[in-house]
C-alpha cells in the first residue's frame, strides 16, 4: 500500500479551503482517508494554514509520500518563527521542531557566556582592588 500526503478540497464553489490528509494513494482524493493533519486556506490573510507536525514526522516516517503542495506547507511549517506562538497566531503543538530547537541553542548559548557561582571568587574583594586591574588585585593578595 503506498501512503500520500496530500490535500483534500473542501467548501463551497469560490470558498475552497483544504484539508491536509493521509490516504491510500490508490484511493479518489475524495474517498476514504487514514488521517487528518491539519489544514490550508489560500483565500486566508497572514497565517493560512496549520499541520501537526507530530503525526507528519510519524507518517513521513513510515514511508508516506507528501504531493508536492503538501511538502511545500510542512517545509514553511518548520521554518515558521518562534515569535507567532508568543502572538498567539499558531499553538504549542504546531511549532516547528527546528525553530524549537534554535531557540533553545540560543538561550544555551546565553547562559554560558554569563559567569556561574562556581567562577565567582568566594574571598570578598577589596574596594582598592576593584579599581586595579585583576593582575594586581591577585598580586595584593600573595
Avoid at 475524495?30 to 497565517?47: A, C, S, V
Avoid at 501537526?52 to 507518517?59: G, K, P, S, T
Wanted: aromatic content about 6%; cysteine-free; proline content about 6%.
Amino acid at each position: 500500500m503506498a501512503v500520500k500526503i496530500r490535500l483534500r478540497r473542501m467548501g463551497a464553489r469560490n470558498a475552497a479551503f483544504y484539508r491536509v490528509i493521509v490516504q491510500d494513494s490508490r484511493r479518489a482524493p475524495t474517498g476514504r482517508f487514514i488521517e487528518t493533519l491539519g489544514w490550508y486556506d489560500p483565500k486566508q490573510e497572514g497565517n493560512n494554514f496549520s499541520l501537526n507536525l507530530d503525526r507528519v514526522d510519524y507518517w513521513l516516517g513510515n514511508g508516506a509520500q507528501p504531493s508536492d503542495t503538501a511538502a511545500s506547507l510542512i517545509k514553511k511549517a518548520r521554518t515558521m518563527p518562534v515569535e507567532q506562538v508568543a502572538a498567539g497566531e499558531v499553538t504549542e503543538e504546531e511549532v516547528p521542531v527546528a525553530a524549537v530547537e534554535a531557540e533553545e541553542a540560543a538561550e544555551e548559548a546565553a547562559t554560558e557566556d554569563a559567569p556561574t557561582e562556581e567562577t565567582k571568587t568566594e574571598e570578598p574583594v577589596a574596594e582598592e582592588a576593584v579599581d586595579a586591574p585583576v593582575e594586581e588585585a591577585t598580586e595584593e593578595k600573595a
